[in-house]
Nanobody
Framework: VQLVESGGGLVQPGGSLRLSCVAS????????MRWYRQAPGKERELVAH????????TYADSVKGRFTISRDNYKNTVYLQMNSLAPEDTAVYFC?????????WGQGTQVTVSS
């Protein structure tokens, strides 16, 4: 299993970013996917979840209405569209999946929201 995130960077408050996570080594369309984030000195937290075919999405209260998770099962890719970014969204963002016994993680992509 390999998960490779991209799309992070430095953005001003109020700005937008779209993160991507390309998956390989497993049957992508059969598994739910998640985005997590970890800010310095804080525990990793779940940001968003999407079911295997995208019919169900859930969000942390802190990002609801601002972030959108989506997936393209033809491209083996999951996305996180982040709008109205705030300094408190600064963190390393990870995509993740779980095969029923092991949770797999990407290497993460840094998102910094600062003026």
């Amino acid at each position: 299993v390999q998960l490779v995130e991209s799309g992070g960077g430095l953005v001003q408050p109020g700005g937008s970013l779209r993160l991507s996570c390309v998956a390989s080594g497993f049957s992508f369309s059969s598994y739910a996917m998640r985005w997590y984030r970890q800010a310095p000195g804080k525990e990793r937290e779940l940001v968003a979840h999407i079911s295997s075919f995208g019919g169900t999405t859930t969000y942390a209260d802190s990002v609801k209405g601002r972030f959108t998770i989506s997936r393209d099962n033809y491209k083996n890719t999951v996305y996180l569209q982040m709008n109205s970014l705030a300094p408190e969204d600064t963190a390393v963002y990870f995509c993740s999946t779980w095969d029923g016994s092991i949770r797999y993680w990407g290497q993460g992509t840094q998102v910094t929201v600062s003026s």
